[in-house]
């Protein structure tokens, strides 16, 4: 299933190439070739994430879920905790306003990262994922 960012790219260099080049043979050994080296450079990424997650060192191995402890934390604060403390505080008569931030950017790094998460939950199910016996 080729990735949103693949069609794009592709999209995009196909309407070059329907503008710059004539012959539809040629179009068409282009975007093949296109297509192949970006699948290639997917995969080498594919390596190297999984070399990164099973290092040792907690900085090398540890970044992703670091930012989805980060992501966690912030929607806690930002839906239980903050709502909790102002609605508590104000109840005792002391008006405080606590510090907001914009959530929006951190969310679509979060839906992000549960959408991977549901993607690997899925294959797990489904018994498709590599070491599932």
């Not at 990735?3 to 012959?23: E, Q």
């Not at 297509?35 to 540890?62: D, M, P, R, Y």
């Not at 002391?94 to 914009?102: G, K, T, W």
């Not at 992000?112 to 018994?127: I, S």
């Amino acid at each position: 299933m080729p990735d949103p960012i693949t069609n794009s790219v592709v999209g995009i260099a196909g309407s070059v190439l329907n503008k710059f080049v004539a012959d539809k043979n040629l179009k068409m050994k282009l975007e093949h070739e296109l297509k192949t080296q970006l699948q290639t450079a997917n995969l080498a990424q594919v390596q190297i994430n999984k070399i990164e997650a099973g290092h040792k060192s907690l900085f090398v191995a540890g970044w992703r879920p670091s930012v989805g402890w980060v992501c966690s934390i912030a929607m806690a604060y930002h839906f239980i905790l903050a709502p909790i403390v102002e609605f508590g505080v104000n109840i005792a008569g002391i008006q405080v306003s606590l510090p907001e931030f914009d959530f929006s950017q951190l969310s679509t790094i979060l839906m992000a990262m549960l959408g991977m998460a549901g993607l690997r939950t899925y294959e797990k199910q489904k018994k498709v994922a590599k070491g599932d016996d």
